[in-house]
């Protein structure tokens, strides 16, 4: 009788072990695949942090608006495309200068 209390136990023991182990499984997968996530999507900052935003959304969309409408001129006015490719790209290179030299608010 003792022999069948004592078989039945450590299956018993072995049963609670098993699912131990596969709780403990499962959830280092699930800190894993937190932890993953948590990497990979970007956190949201709310603007620059201490300063006031550089540029409002309507200025960056002039910006972009202005600038496409450059590159449409540029590729419908000249003729020879390494011109243009040369054109786009010193547009693109002195964008920044521009936006520094129309927008500054010193």
């Known amino acids: 009788m003792s022999k069948e209390?004592?078989?039945r136990r450590a299956a018993r023991e072995a049963e609670l072990a098993r699912r131990r182990v596969l709780r403990e499984r499962a959830t280092a997968?699930?800190?894993r695949r937190r932890a993953l996530l948590r990497r990979?999507?970007?956190t949201?900052?709310?603007g620059r942090t201490g300063r006031l935003p550089r540029y409002s959304r309507?200025?960056?969309s002039a910006i972009v608006a202005l600038t496409l409408a450059a590159i449409v001129l540029i590729w419908a006015l000249?003729?020879?495309l390494a011109l243009?490719?040369?054109l786009i790209v010193l547009l693109l290179l002195v964008l920044p200068v521009i936006v520094v030299i129309a927008l500054d608010r010193r």
């Open 5 to 7: 209390r004592a078989q």
């Open 29 to 31: 997968r699930r800190d």
């Open 40 to 42: 990979m999507v970007p």
């Open 44 to 46: 949201v900052r709310r």
């Open 58 to 60: 309507g200025e960056r």
């Open 78 to 80: 000249v003729p020879d």
């Open 84 to 86: 243009r490719l040369m």
